[in-house]
C-alpha cells in the first residue's frame, strides 16, 4: 500500500514553523524519519535549482520546506548535503549565485548543514533501464546513503507538467542536459528518459513545494499560482499522477504520467491512490497551461502527413529583441547550438530548433516568448 500512497499537508504559507510540521508529518506518514536515516548516513537533499531566481518566483524549491527537510534529517543524525545542477554552467560561480538568489544559502546555514560545490560526476549502471541503462550523475548523489528530492510543481513548456519524475533531471551535470534534450528529441522518448533516471536515482521521499506553484510558460517563464500544499511519497510516480490531476491535467497529457502507469509504476488514475492527510477535492483547481501544447486536431490528418504538420504548426520559441540582454544563457543551453549571438541580441536559427525550450527555460530576463502558429505571441 505504501508505495501507491501520498501524503497531503495543507501549508498555506512558507513560514518556518509550519514548514517543519508539514514535514514532520509527512515523514509520520511514512514511519518517521528513522525509517529513512540513521546516525551518521549521509543525506542528499535534492532540490530544484533551475537558476538564480528569487523564492518569490516560484521557479525554484522555497527554501523554507528544504530548511525543514534538512532540520529533520539533521536531527536523525544524518550529514545533510543540500545539491543540484543547475540549468547552464556547471560552475563553482553559477552554484554560488544559485544558492545566494534563491535563499539556499542562508537556509543551510540556519539548518547547520552543507550546500555541495564538488563539480564532479561519474557514471551510474542502470541495467534495468527501458531506453537508458546508465546516466552521468553528479558527485553527491554517488557519495548518499540517502536521497530526498525536493521538487516544485510548475506547468513546462514541453513535457507540460514538471514535478517529482522531472526534479531528476538536475543530476544530469551542466551543459549535458541540452545534450540529452538532443539525444531525445521526441516528446516520448524524451519522458522514458527521465522516468528511467528517476528509477536510477531512486530518492527515498519526494517532498513537493505546492505552497505557491508556478503556472503558464514554466518552468521559469510562467506565474506563481498559490495552492497551499505540500505532499510526499516514496514513489515519485504517484505522486507526480496526483499533483497533475490536482491542477487539472488528465493522466494522458502529461506524457512521463502516461508511460508510468503504462509501465505499472502508478495507478492508470489518481482516484485509485491512497491519500492521506488532506484530500484533494476541495484543492481542484486548473493551471494555465503552457502555449507549447500540441496539435490536437493533427491527429485527423493522414498518418503520412501528421509528423511534418505538428512540426510546421507546432509552437516555437521567439526572443524578444527588446528585453534581450545579450547574456548567452539561451545559447550556452541550446541543445542543437543553433542560436547565436549578432549585434548584442541573441538569434535563432528556427530551421534547426528542435522545440525543447531549454532557452526559454534559462532566459533570466524572460526575453524569450512562445508564439504559436500563424504568428500570435502567447
Known sequence: MER???????SPTYEREAMLEAVTAHFDAFG??????????????????????????????HPSLVWAIASVAKAAGGLV???D????????????????VSGLEEAAQSAGVSLNFDLGAAKADFPEGKLCRSFHLIAPWHEADVVFSACKLKTHAMTAYTGAVKNCFGLIP????????????????FSQMLIDLCRCAAPKLTFMD???????????????????LT?????????????????GFSADEVETVRLSAEQGLCPPQAGLLHVVGEQTAPWRCSFERAASGDVTFSSRIPGPLQKPLRRLLAPRPVIDAARCIGCGECAASCPPQTITLREGKAHIGSGQCIRCFCCQEMCPVKAIDIRKFF???M
Open 85 to 100: 545542477s543547475p540549468g547552464g554552467r556547471y560552475t563553482k560561480e553559477t552554484l554560488q549565485k544559485c544558492y545566494r
Open 81 to 83: 548535503t543540500i545539491a
Open 231 to 247: 505532499l510526499c511519497a516514496p514513489n515519485p510516480f504517484a505522486l507526480d499522477l496526483l499533483a497533475s490531476d490536482l491542477i
Open 174 to 189: 551542466g551543459l549535458e542536459k541540452p545534450e540529452m534534450h538532443f539525444r531525445f528529441q521526441e516528446l516520448t522518448a
Open 32 to 61: 518517521g524519519v528513522g525509517a529513512f536515516v540513521r546516525p551518521g548516513d549521509r543525506v542528499l537533499i535534492k532540490t530544484n535549482l533551475l537558476m538564480a531566481r528569487a523564492p518569490q518566483a516560484a521557479t525554484t524549491t
Open 4 to 10: 501507491q500512497t501520498v501524503s497531503v499537508r495543507r
Open 375 to 377: 504568428g500570435f505571441r
Open 210 to 228: 505546492a505552497v505557491v506553484g508556478m503556472e503558464g510558460n514554466g518552468p521559469s517563464g510562467g506565474r506563481p499560482r498559490p495552492l497551499g
